[in-house]
């Protein structure tokens, strides 16, 4: 008789040993052959990018093949979307919503630039151009993901008018002319 582990889910990145439990039969004959990976031992080391099922075949040379699997499912890698580069008015303030997939959802953990708390969404005020980045993992995923955002803040509008100091007479005219900032 073989016996694998249960099936499980890995996190994109890592691996796991499977191990075949054997007994019964000639143990000195046993021989294992492990379909993917065609190892003739008792434990494995696998570490698959996409859903795999493993399976062993125990062998003695005396008693029936023994047949046992394992499927290991792989959760996807981390991906952030949804920030966007923006411009707003001085004085706003402006979400920073990121869409994250992938990995192990429920232990995301979000790191944020520039003091900002270490939740998910964040609600910003910048005094002047701004870059935020966040990077996201969850302690299982080797590699987290890191996405940017930039803030560009548009100056106060400041009306300035240029003309010379002029006396006019009623019902005439003077030029002066009118630009702006911000």
């Given at each position: 008789?073989?016996?694998?582990?249960?099936?499980?889910?890995?996190?994109k990145g890592r691996g796991t040993k499977l191990i075949?439990?054997?007994?019964?039969?000639?143990?000195?004959?046993?021989?294992?052959?492990w379909t993917p990976g065609n190892a003739d031992t008792?434990?494995?080391?696998?570490?698959?990018?996409?859903?795999?099922?493993?399976?062993?075949?125990?062998?003695?040379?005396?008693?029936?093949?023994?047949?046992?699997?394992?499927?290991?499912?792989?959760?996807?890698?981390?991906?952030?979307?949804?920030?966007?580069?923006?411009?707003?008015?001085?004085?706003?303030k402006v979400p920073l919503i990121p869409v994250v997939?992938?990995?192990?959802?429920?232990?995301?953990?979000?790191?944020?630039?520039?003091?900002?708390?270490?939740?998910?969404?964040?609600?910003?005020?910048?005094?002047?151009?701004?870059?935020?980045?966040?990077?996201?993992?969850?302690?299982?995923?080797?590699?987290?993901?890191?996405?940017?955002?930039?803030?560009?803040?548009?100056?106060?509008?400041?009306?300035?008018?240029?003309?010379?100091?002029?006396?006019?007479?009623?019902?005439?005219?003077?030029?002066?002319?009118?630009?702006?900032?911000?």
């Amino acid at each position: 008789i073989v016996d694998l582990n249960n099936d499980t889910t890995l996190c994109k990145g890592r691996g796991t040993k499977l191990i075949a439990s054997s007994f019964g039969g000639k143990i000195e004959n046993y021989t294992y052959t492990w379909t993917p990976g065609n190892a003739d031992t008792s434990i494995i080391s696998v570490q698959p990018n996409t859903k795999t099922k493993y399976k062993v075949e125990l062998t003695d040379n005396c008693s029936d093949k023994a047949i046992d699997s394992v499927e290991i499912d792989v959760l996807g890698p981390i991906v952030i979307s949804g920030l966007k580069d923006t411009t707003i008015c001085n004085g706003m303030k402006v979400p920073l919503i990121p869409v994250v997939t992938g990995g192990k959802s429920s232990d995301y953990n979000y790191t944020w630039n520039l003091g900002l708390p270490a939740v998910a969404n964040q609600l910003v005020n910048p005094t002047g151009n701004t870059k935020y980045q966040v990077i996201v993992r969850d302690g299982c995923t080797v590699l987290g993901d890191t996405a940017y955002a930039q803030v560009d803040v548009r100056g106060v509008l400041r009306p300035k008018i240029d003309c010379n100091d002029t006396f006019i007479c009623f019902n005439n005219t003077a030029s002066f002319s009118v630009s702006t900032t911000g």
